[in-house]
């Protein structure tokens, strides 16, 4: 692969940095060279993540601004946790049009197309032994927090729209850690930051184990955040009971920190999976601001979630006001 | 042993006394010679009532908590996004 010639001037664009991603993962699937029958296969190709696979090998380019130092961290965290986390092909990030890329071994995701099948049981069982592991010193804060501001601010320059003003309200009843303005209660608990069943792989290695992926909003935070996407769903009516008890009773089963192991989990989650609902819900006004499309009844589920919340004031828990 | 369909190792389950060989690869599973007919009637077993065990709370609670924010079919039946899954929520399932 020659070198591919910077047309745009903009540096660390996605679309320039696909083919030159794509000849990263051949070459570190194919250490010999030679040829091959495998496709380069893009399974993402946004400004946030670009992820090519080639043959047994993945290789990531992270989003421009990416900390070298911190994605560093984050990775160290998931080469020392590899029962957890999916642990990377090699241990430190390389410079590539100015991101930062890391290699992975390919592992078999949850099949979109049926999410009946979703292992709820191991995702609870991974959380609660990440949470339960040493936080490496020095990690990051996890981004969640960061996340969800980024949503709203999103929603913000999205334009008007009659569902905006709800998440707006929603998004005012949480305390200012959870808007990412103050630092999380809990600076030392190991943390995903961004789960969902995109999240989760089978290991190669034969065994075929279920392992977490994706290290970017790793860091030490509030365990009760990696909880709060299926709980936000519960809430909103969109998750079954069955498979929302599946995931809580592993996690608790696993001695998952976040909540405590029997009684109303509710105190610990309601501010995350309030978080959660109010990112959920920007996003998806954001996009229907963008496409010119009304949201969806799913979508209209979570904006109105958001409208009851702010008649509801968080659930307090000790120390969530920090 | 290995898989007939994609040759990737298979392993050695034991569910109730019956050995399941399942693909590490495919998922797909091997039975031997009388053993879907042992699960067979392990299954007809398990569909008749049985009695409760003494001392077993007598069922599950109807929903597992909510919050007073959440939607307001909790409690009763599965509400109106029940079984059926609807493809906005299958696709909110897999993203950040």
Not at chain 1, 6 to 27: F, H, K, S
Not at chain 1, 301 to 315: G, I, L, Q, S, Y
Request: hydrophobic share 40%; proline share 12%; with cysteine.
């Amino acid at each position: 692969m020659t070198g591919v010639t910077d047309v745009t001037g903009v540096i660390g664009a996605t679309a320039e940095v696909m083919p030159a991603l794509a000849a990263r993962a051949r070459r570190t699937a194919h250490p010999a060279g030679g040829t091959c029958a495998h496709p380069d296969t893009v399974l993402a190709e946004r400004d946030d993540g670009a992820v090519v696979r080639h043959g047994d090998t993945v290789a990531k380019a992270h989003a421009p601004g990416t900390d070298p130092a911190d994605l560093a961290r984050r990775l160290a965290a998931a080469v020392a946790l590899p029962a957890v986390l999916l642990a990377p092909l090699r241990p430190a990030p390389v410079a590539l049009h100015g991101r930062q890329v890391t290699f992975w071994p390919y592992g078999t995701p949850v099949d979109p197309d049926a999410p009946d099948d979703a292992p709820w049981e191991a995702a609870g069982a991974l959380l609660a032994r990440l949470h339960r592991a040493p936080a490496p010193a020095g990690l990051p804060p996890m981004r969640g927090p960061a996340k969800a501001a980024r949503a709203i601010a999103r929603l913000r320059a999205a334009g008007p729209h009659p569902a905006a003003a709800p998440v707006l309200r929603a998004w005012a009843t949480l305390p200012a850690w959870a808007r990412d303005e103050r630092p999380q209660p809990d600076t030392a608990t190991l943390c995903h930051g961004d789960v969902h069943l995109g999240q989760l792989v089978r290991h190669p290695d034969g065994t075929a184990a279920w392992r977490l992926i994706d290290v970017d909003d790793l860091g030490v935070g509030v365990p009760g955040w990696d909880l709060a996407r299926p709980a936000a769903w519960y809430a909103c009516g969109l998750l079954p009971p069955g498979d929302w008890t599946r995931f809580l009773t592993a996690y608790r089963e696993e001695g998952g920190p976040a909540v405590p192991p029997a009684g109303d989990p509710w105190p610990a989650l309601d501010v995350p999976a309030r978080a959660l609902t109010v990112q959920t819900a920007a996003l998806a006004v954001a996009k229907s601001v963008a496409a010119g499309r009304p949201l969806d009844e799913v979508q209209q589920a979570v904006v109105d979630a958001c409208d009851r919340m702010a008649a509801t004031p968080p659930e307090l828990v000790q120390d969530s006001t920090k | 042993m290995h898989c007939p369909k994609c040759h990737a190792p298979m392993h050695t389950f034991n569910r109730n006394g019956v050995q399941i060989e399942q693909c590490s690869g495919c998922r797909g599973i091997f039975l031997d010679y009388g053993e879907l007919e042992a699960l067979t009637r392990m299954e007809s077993q398990w569909a008749q009532p049985a009695p409760p065990p003494p001392g077993a709370p007598q069922a599950y609670p109807a929903a597992p908590a909510a919050p007073a924010w959440g939607a307001p079919h909790h409690g009763g039946h599965y509400g109106h996004h029940g079984h059926k899954r609807h493809k906005s929520f299958g696709h909110m399932l897999f993203s950040s």
